[in-house]
């Protein structure tokens, strides 16, 4: 089973970036698709955005679509959450997934 290691989490006031990272122990073969979700407190994990491989679409949830853009370098084997333009509500805690892996997260919290 492959792992998985998100980073670039932080504090950050609303309007700013962030760019998160998520590395994978090792190249995942094609087919394949690697996601990104968040969790905030007292709230379930919901979808954020994911890329598929081979290919390279990309689909977003529409509360994000048009502030944060997925994209991945396979020669390091990570995928990246380009975060622009960010909300208070998007306060939480980040996760990478790869099949049935998960990363241990990275916490993202925006103040107004």
């Known amino acids: 089973q492959v792992q998985l290691a998100e980073s670039g989490g932080g504090l950050v006031q609303a309007g700013g970036s962030l760019r998160l990272s998520c590395v994978a122990s090792r190249r995942a073969f094609n087919p394949y698709t690697m996601s990104w979700f968040r969790q905030a407190p007292g709230k379930g994990r919901e979808f954020v955005a994911r890329?598929?491989?081979?290919?390279?679409?990309?689909d977003y949830a529409d509360d994000v679509r048009g502030r944060f853009t997925v994209s991945r370098d396979d020669d390091k084997n990570t995928m990246y959450l380009q975060m622009d333009n960010l909300k208070p509500e998007d306060t939480a805690t980040y996760y990478c997934s790869l099949g049935n892996s998960w990363g241990q997260g990275t916490q993202v919290t925006v103040s107004s």
């Open positions: 890329i598929y491989w081979p290919g390279g679409s990309v």
